[in-house]
């Protein structure tokens, strides 16, 4: 479908961004909290005179996405979605099927973003370091074809394509193995099995192909867990993070790097364990990151003096550049 004449003629005005979609909620076990990003991003744009409307996405079908995204008529959708179904390439798919502009990235860079094996080799391959991990499929390992890991305990057991800390367990004895297993398995069918690596836990947030000021992330459970990212007070946040210069800049290029060998655009936040000799190591990187006022990319943007009604606005903007329409200057 050609991309509409609305779009094609995004008039003359300079607050004139055609009507965006934000996309929120979604099928995956991170709708609540993309419903918050969803409706942060909404409130923001109505605030800058943007016409928006939030579209709750409820399922995974094609054709009843298709169905309701058409029906809304709308220019540029701003991707608010979390986990399956927002970064795993899906909904960019349908979007690029009806023409319609997007924030963030493509189809194949979301794919590989979701995916941690595909994209740990990528960024292995490239020279940035990433945890020692053995991937671990649920019929395989029902059938006994697991082979216990060359590393040593303690091991991190996650799903393989869920964000947000969502089934993720730290095991320190085998006897806990299975529990850890059983519980990433409940979110996806292939789980990773990693070295838990002792360092300082650090996000790096990328906007238009520069990277943001390094946060140091400190919890006050042992790992930055679903609890501690989403209830107030339980993780400290140091911004910028107390780095020597040369720390930060490896750690900042680090990011960047993850970024682009994954072919990412618009946005990203990178989660990495800043290692005893000081080398990043690549944990994941979030092609969607939270979209709250509070979350870490806007806290990072807003620290450079990028408020958070400026980031929304400059990630739609980035949209129709991605997309080589240009909108009024």
Known sequence: MAINSRTQELKNSRTDYGRIGVLMGGP??????????????????????????????KTSDRRENISLINSRKIDCAFIALHGFFGEDGQIQGILDTL??????????????????????????????????????????????????PDFKLPWVIKPCGHGSSVGLSIVDKREDFEKG?????????DVLVEEYLR??????????????????????????DYQAKYTAGMTDYI??????????????????????LLGCSGCSRVDIILAEDNTPVVLELNSIPGLTAASLLPKAARFIGIEFSQLCLRLIRSAYEKAEISLPR
């Open 99 to 148: 023409g319609i502009q997007y924030t963030g990235s493509g189809k194949l860079a979301s794919e590989l973003a979701m995916n941690k094996v595909a994209s740990r080799k990528i960024f292995a391959g490239a020279g940035l370091a990433v945890p020692r991990y053995r991937l671990i499929n649920k019929t395989s390992y029902k059938k006994g074809g697991f082979r216990e």
């Open 28 to 57: 995956s076990s991170e709708r609540d909290i993309s419903l918050k990003s969803g409706q942060a991003v909404y409130e923001a744009l109505r605030q800058s005179a943007v016409d928006a409307l939030p579209i709750d996405i």
């Open 181 to 189: 297993l059983k519980t990433a398995f409940a979110f996806d069918k």
């Open 239 to 260: 911004l910028p993070a107390q780095l020597e210069d040369y720390v930060a800049e490896g750690t900042q290029k680090a990011a960047l790097c993850a970024h682009q």
């Open 199 to 224: 360092g300082r836990e650090l996000t790096v947030g990328i906007l238009d192909e520069e990277a943001l000021p390094v946060i140091e992330i400190v919890p006050k459970n042992r790992f930055f």
